[in-house]
């Protein structure tokens, strides 16, 4: 079981309280999630927000991560990282990259999983195997997804 809990300071929620289409109760999978991640590349542990809610597929997840977006809650550049995600096509596990700020993850929760360890888990991965793209990412000057 995560050691995190939630606190306003380590969540993310749209600006209004309606649910999100696919939104179900509870924090261990199975069911999908994601997690902002603010300074990714960063030495040390990286400061995760995360979503605190499980969705049915990972369509619901990236529409969830898409509001978010727009709403101004993640990314200073939220507005354009959603546009990114809108033309993206077939939602499945992924990760949006705001430059050297932010990375948003979105994955998928095993069954008998907290939605914070698979949350960390992708990431710890994903930032792994792309290390030496780091640069490529951080200059790119716009929103990627990977």
């Known amino acids: 079981m995560s050691p995190a809990s939630r606190t306003p300071y380590n969540m993310v929620l749209p600006r209004d309280d309606r649910p999100s289409p696919g939104e179900r109760d509870g924090l261990v999978g199975p069911g999908w999630s994601w997690a902002a991640f603010f300074t990714p590349w960063a030495d040390g542990r990286p400061s995760p927000r995360y979503r605190w809610t499980l969705f049915e597929t990972a369509a619901h997840a990236v529409d969830d991560l898409r509001r978010c977006l727009d709403d101004g809650n993640v990314s200073r550049r939220g507005a354009l990282c959603s546009s990114v ?60 997804v990977w």
């Open 85 to 144: 995600l809108r033309k993206r096509g077939a939602p499945r596990e992924l990760v949006l990259c705001d430059a050297a700020d932010w990375a948003c993850v979105v994955h998928e929760v095993r069954a008998g999983i907290h939605l914070t360890d698979a949350g960390d888990a992708y990431f710890a991965r994903w930032r792994a195997t792309m290390e030496g793209q780091r640069f490529t990412i951080i200059n790119a000057g716009v929103p990627t």
